[in-house]
């Protein structure tokens, strides 16, 4: 058989920035020239701190809300245990008389206990004092924490000021982009990191998002036991953030972990001999950690009761019909996520997709439903009217007991109602809604579209989108359900999650031991079926699901366009660029791809936020029909995006849309060559035309990451007609299916065997973007699909390596039915399984995480 070889050893860096021969530069700087920032150690809490100061606002208002955090806390504790203990409940409902001397009211003092009363009775409650003791104990070390917090972060701010020439004032009103530019451009001269000579984006995004990318990859890969399938429910997802926070614990920087540091995987786990010894070890801490939440269980629990009730109690009076609403789940945020994609990227492309999410979802209330709610409605709004009808005529009404409590609660019953009560203009039309839906949140399981109007359809994608009030129920139950899922669920997979770090880690010199994936590499994890077909060597076990590899490197390119990218992902970026430049415009197939830094606003983009594009002949190599379609998605898309668009409506008021970005182009074709983003740069004018050119371009960026998903969605959908579905609603458990694949796929050779890389085959030296020509796009496409990597020196260590034939002798490598990590059904359909006993421990470095058949 042919394994994998998963030996720990040193490859390309998946891009460079040092000129020929100094790939392995260390700088070296004299003593006195050295500034505060040269070589600082741990870069990702440096720049994990830069950038979470940056989102709270400056250091003035991350002071307050830690303050006013370790205040919450007390108030918290002691408000609930005052109240248990030191409120005599008798006199407040007036089930007890007081007497008085001067006066027959009784006041909120009254109903107080003496202070030795109430000391007495809290001491002689055990549970108050082990409360008091655990709270005392998380509160001392919360203290420690911001103490410790504060003298780094004024460091941090020592940094904006000194080092980015940005006061706290400004920082509220700068962009992250801004911030990283500057980042980049003193690196040349304060060396942050010494083992580059220059930093890039990617080197920034990597160290922020080192541990979030392998929570997305492991999401993606359904590894993480977060899906069941209960008895009345159906299948159900949970996924909360105190498991969330266990898995962390668990892999990333807990005692015993899976990482020694932020930046490095320990040494044994990169080795796949001593597999079995790991799994078990790793087994047993969860089963330890699984003890001591369940242990733990009473008290965290009771926590998170009084959070929610003194969080969410004002709401609801105030607005009761919130708990109606709905939020993206903890689950959607990771599955919706791109790799390489900051906190507040996501949760801005997630807003605004949240009120056609509504929108959708408002699609299927219940007919028998909406009938009881209105007559329900009607009933209680009678009572109320006749009860405040009272109150208006005669108040003291209100002295009759119950009256008001009676008005509160026919008011929730009224809004509770109206909530299930559809708005008698909605027009329903759900495919169109997912469309809009699909163009903010980029990833879609294949079978919802087209049936959009199911409510299979609707109910998983309620797992994405859920109810306020399942959110707050799922987060009580939390305390609970996480011991049991740590014990009995996340256990069976510590050989899988053994696997899974030591074939998809990476180490790229100068950021660390990442996530292979995170390095959106077509080749290495792209998946066919997503325009990588002809560029991409990863095998069913390698490559990313829901076009994941793709749609990221898309979305990064877009949100940085001063990030040079390796070669082969250029060609990629620049033929999507070009064909759906092509395919929107009518243009021939000469031209050059959209650019948002070139291009006048008559191109897509443009067109779609300021009027309808013109979808004229369409021309594909493959297949016209597969073009039309796809030409019609992005039309469908551009006509929803202009209607959801917060700017569409603003920019045609002074006519500025084409002045600002005029303006844009000139000032990114001005700083080209400095590495300054351009849409953080004012252009010159006035400060409101700076702040007007950086919403334009952000809004061009995200308009035009939604016209390429839809292109890609469209595309994927045609292509994939007639073929096996793989989506993550149909991947099966990991542990259950990794001993059987579909017969087609086993019986899929792979075309010949190929001798590369087991990482990023990148040159050592990119191109700009601008450089490469893009006037024969077919040409160019032939020539990515055909070309052959070629080993290089290293600068990276990869733990896996794709499917060789390590024997040279050309005999055919075919897929195997064994799949670790998932598998895949078609509807109504179940593969056979085959459960085989797993291979005995090696005694070499090497262990087969995919074993192949040769034949």
Partial sequence: MAHFDTEYQRLEASYSDSPPGEENLLMHVPEGVKSQWHHIENLDLFFQRVYNLHQKNGFTCMLLGEIFELVQLL?????????????????????????????????????????????????????????????????????????????????????????????????PYATWQEVQARIVEIQKEHQICIHKKELTELDIYHRILRFKNYMVAMVNKSLLPVRFRLPVLGEYVFYTRGLKYNFELIFFWGPGSLFENEWSLKQEYKRGGNRLELADRLASRILWIGIANLLLCPVILVWQILYAFFSYTEVIKREPGSLGARCWSLYGRCYLRHFNELDHELMSRLSKGYKAASKYMNCFLSPLLTVVAKNVAFFAGSLLAVLIALTIYDEDVLAVEHVLSSITLLGVCITICRSFIPDKHMVFCPEQLLRVILAHIHYMPDHWQGNAHRYETRDQFSQLFQYKAVFILEELLSPVVTPIILIFCLRRKSLEIIDFFRNFTVEVVGVGDTC??????????????WMSEGKTEASIYQQAEDGKTELSLMH???????????????????????????????????????????????????????????????????????????????????????????????????????????AAGHTSRTMAGSGTDARTVSSGSSAWEGQLTSLVLSEYASTEMSIHALYMHELHKQQSRGEMSRHTWHRQESDESSDSIPDEVRSEPIPHSRNFPRSHTFPTTVPSPSAIPTSASATSSTALGQERPTAQSSSQRHHSGPTTDPFGTGVKIVRSARVPMGGWAEDGQTAQRHHEPLPEESLEDEMPPHIHKVT
Avoid at 114 to 124: E, M
Avoid at 564 to 588: C, D, M, N
């Fill in 75 to 171: 108030f918290v504790v002691g408000f609930t245990v005052f109240l248990a203990n030191c409120v005599d409940y008798d006199v407040l409902f007036a089930n007890k008389f007081v007497n008085h001397t001067d006066s027959s009211k009784v006041t909120l003092p009254d109903a107080f206990l003496p202070v030795d009363v109430c000391s007495a009775r809290i001491r002689n409650n055990a549970f108050v004092i082990f409360v008091l003791i655990i709270s005392g104990v998380f509160w001392l070390h919360r203290l420690f924490k911001f103490i410790y917090n504060v003298c780094c972060y004024w460091e941090i701010r020592s940094f904006y000021i000194n080092a980015l020439k940005m006061t706290m004032s400004e920082l």
């Fill in 516 to 529: 292979s994936f995170a390095q959106m590499d077509i080749r290495q994890h792209g998946h066919p079926a």
């Fill in 556 to 662: 990064f390119a877009i949100t940085n366009p001063q990030w040079q990218p390796p070669r082969e992902t250029t060609h990629f970026i620049s033929q999507l660029k070009e064909r759906v430049h092509r395919e929107a415009t009518g243009a021939p197939s000469d031209t050059h791809p959209m650019s948002l830094s070139e291009s006048e606003p008559r191109s897509l983009i443009a067109n779609l936020l300021t009027g309808p594009s013109t979808l004229a002949s369409v021309h594909f190599d493959r297949d016209i029909s597969l073009a039309n379609h796809a030409a019609a998605g992005i039309n469908d898309g551009g006509s929803a995006l202009r209607s959801l668009s917060p700017i569409s409506s603003s920019l045609h008021l002074r006519g500025s849309l084409s002045a600002a970005h005029r």
